[in-house]
Every structure is written in structure tokens, then in C-alpha cells.
């Protein structure tokens, strides 16, 4: 079983960036794929990003696309989600997830805390 604390979250102006971090322990990070979800307040949670095990295979939602970069360092067992270019409507709460098969639509098991991303207008 794994472990997964967010961190990274805050308060940027529109047109900023942010990079959020997910550390892993109990299990190697290598062992899963990961991936970054969010939920906005009175909305479901919805799919941002994912990585595959070795880091070659990445998904985006259509929304960020473009602005932000998901990527993992196994040596450091951290996923990470570089956000650029912030709106207002990427205001959430950040969660990330790991599971066994990246991607859109798989299962993931193991879920963090959450960390909080709000962006001013």
C-alpha cells in the first residue's frame, strides 16, 4: 500500500504558474501510475492528468492541455504537475491518485489529501 501527501498548492494571480508535488511512501513509486485529479467546489472530480509507470505514456485533459506538464521522478518517488498559464476556472482542490494502468478512465486505488489551487482574477 501507498502513501500520497500533496503539496504545492496556493494562491497565484491569473496567468501564473504553480507546481504541485506528490510524494509517495510505504511502496515505491515505480510500482504504480499516477495521476492528478481536481474538484472544484459544487462540481464532481474530474481527471487533469496522468503518467505511466515509466513515465513515456502521459494523458491531459482537453482543458489543460497545452498549459500543464505532468511528470514523475522515480529516484525521488514524487509525481509532479507543473501548471501554467492559470485561470480562474482552475481553482480546485488538487488531488493525486495511483493506480496500476494510466489513463482518462482507469481505476486508481490509492488517493492523497488534497492540496488547495486557487487563482484571482
Known amino acids: 500500500q501507498v502513501q500520497l501527501v500533496e503539496s504545492g498548492g496556493g494562491l497565484v494571480q491569473a496567468g501564473g504558474s504553480l507546481r504541485l508535488s506528490c510524494s509517495a511512501s510505504?511502496?515505491?513509486?515505480?510500482?504504480?501510475?499516477m495521476a492528478w485529479f481536481r474538484q472544484a467546489p459544487g462540481k464532481e472530480r474530474e481527471f487533469v492528468a496522468a503518467?505511466?509507470?515509466?513515465?513515456?505514456?502521459?494523458y491531459y485533459a482537453d482543458s489543460v492541455k497545452g498549459r500543464f506538464t505532468i511528470s514523475r521522478d522515480n529516484t525521488k518517488n514524487t509525481v509532479y504537475l507543473q501548471m501554467n498559464s492559470l485561470k480562474p476556472e482552475d481553482t480546485a482542490v488538487y488531488y493525486c491518485?495511483?493506480?496500476?494502468?494510466?489513463?482518462?478512465?482507469?481505476?486508481?486505488?490509492?488517493w492523497g489529501q488534497g492540496t488547495q489551487v486557487t487563482v484571482s482574477s
Open positions: 491518485a495511483a493506480g496500476f494502468v494510466a489513463g482518462r478512465d482507469a481505476r486508481y486505488d490509492y
Open positions: 510505504g511502496r515505491t513509486l515505480s510500482s504504480y501510475a
Open positions: 503518467i505511466s509507470r515509466s513515465g513515456v505514456s502521459v
